[in-house]
């Protein structure tokens, strides 16, 4: 059975680096077995967001004032290539204590 994954990539413009962290997102979490779906935005579009879908993480390149209850992980370390495998052991954490 294949576990769903929603995330939400964050950045400035809410287009090209959230972009390439949602793309990358989805390749590194589908290769662990996930369906990912992806949805990038800048973070003033955050509560909106969050009010219409369910996310299980955010996932952000740029300063988050409030992420409205739902995970978030800066995703510096999937931008720089440093800190990849620690954004990932800590979204792996975040999903496993949600049950997916």
Same mark, same amino acid.
């Not at 992806?38 to 009010?51: F, G, I, L, Q």
């Not at 219409?52 to 740029?62: E, G, M, N």
């Given at each position: 059975?294949?576990?769903?994954?929603?995330?939400? +990539?964050?950045?400035?413009?809410? !287009? !090209?680096?959230?972009?390439?962290?949602?793309?990358?997102?989805?390749?590194?979490?589908?290769?662990?077995?996930?369906?990912? =779906?992806?949805?990038?935005?800048?973070? +003033?579009? !955050?509560?909106?967001?969050?009010?219409?879908?369910?996310?299980?993480?955010?996932?952000?390149?740029?300063?988050?004032?409030? +992420?409205?209850? !739902?995970?978030?992980?800066?995703?510096?370390?999937?931008?720089?290539?440093?800190?990849?495998?620690?954004?990932?052991?800590?979204?792996? =954490?975040?999903?496993?204590?949600?049950?997916?």
């Amino acid at each position: 059975m294949e576990k769903r994954l929603n995330i939400l +990539s964050i950045c400035g413009s809410g !287009v !090209v680096t959230s972009s390439m962290v949602a793309n990358k997102l989805i390749d590194i979490f589908s290769d662990l077995g996930y369906e990912v =779906k992806a949805t990038e935005a800048n973070p +003033s579009e !955050v509560e909106n967001y969050v009010m219409r879908d369910h996310y299980d993480l955010i996932a952000y390149a740029s300063p988050l004032v409030d +992420s409205f209850g !739902v995970p978030a992980l800066s995703a510096m370390g999937l931008v720089t290539g440093m800190g990849e495998e620690e954004f990932i052991e800590a979204a792996l =954490k975040i999903f496993k204590e949600h049950g997916k």
